[in-house]
């Protein structure tokens, strides 16, 4: 018997869905469509149940609530950037380096999918790949779901007159259809634990399918 625990998101009973997966433990899912979905309104104003301010006012309270609202705006256009890239979830991923000096290693995990023409499930998962430019590291994996291949990237950016390299690890996972394309990115600052990370998105590319494998509740069709 496996001592797995899983927490479903209730997203996972949605009629619509048609991707499934698990992250392992030290990922915190961001409310990502909420955060779109959610209107800049007064609370009194019709709605209220999506607005910015009664969400704020929520957790902290009205006589702090304009403070977490700003801190909010630039998480919402974030969070309205990525859904319209095609992104349905993120998560925060919080690990402790138990290898070096115990401090917390952050990562940020994305799904998404993007739309592309025909082609068997193979040559769909090697061309996203080869169009990923500068990679240090191509794999192909072999998934209970299908054919799917993993791609390493390092970019580096200019962050306050320091130079900050970023790692980018990216699934590419084709629909049983094969018209659209499931991608899992993982992306953190800490490059020195590149292989770990591998191992993370690998992990976490195996636990994706496209049927549901969910036991069906009383009631469901």
């Known amino acids: 018997m496996s001592s797995d625990t899983f ?6 009973r949605m009629p619509d869905a048609d991707v499934w997966f698990a992250l392992p433990a030290g990922f915190v899912p961001i409310p990502l469509m909420e955060l779109v979905a959610a209107e800049e309104v007064p609370t009194s104003a019709e709605g209220q149940g999506h607005s910015l301010e009664a969400f704020a006012e929520m957790l902290i309270g009205p006589e702090n609530s304009r403070q977490l609202l700003e801190l909010l705006a630039p998480v919402r256009r974030l969070a309205q950037v990525l859904a319209y890239s095609g992104v349905i979830h993120c998560s925060v991923g919080m690990h402790r380096d138990d290898e070096g000096d115990g401090s917390l290693l952050l990562s940020l995990f994305t799904l998404g999918w993007q739309e592309t023409s025909w082609a068997p499930r193979g040559v769909l998962a090697a061309r996203a790949a080869a169009g990923m430019a500068d990679a240090s590291h191509v794999e192909s994996l072999d998934l209970p779901c299908g054919p799917a291949t993993l791609v390493e990237i390092r970019t580096s ?13 990216v699934v590419y996972v084709p629909f049983p259809d094969a018209r659209k394309l499931a991608i899992l990115t993982l992306s953190t600052i800490a490059v020195h634990r590149s292989g770990h990370y591998r191992d993370l ?5 195996r636990m994706v399918t496209f049927d549901n494998p969910l036991p069906m509740e009383h009631g469901e069709a």
């Open 201 to 205: 998105l690998r992990e976490t590319a």
């Open 157 to 169: 950016h200019q962050v306050a007159d320091m130079s900050q390299e970023l790692l980018q690890g």
């Open 7 to 12: 927490v479903i998101d209730p997203s996972a």
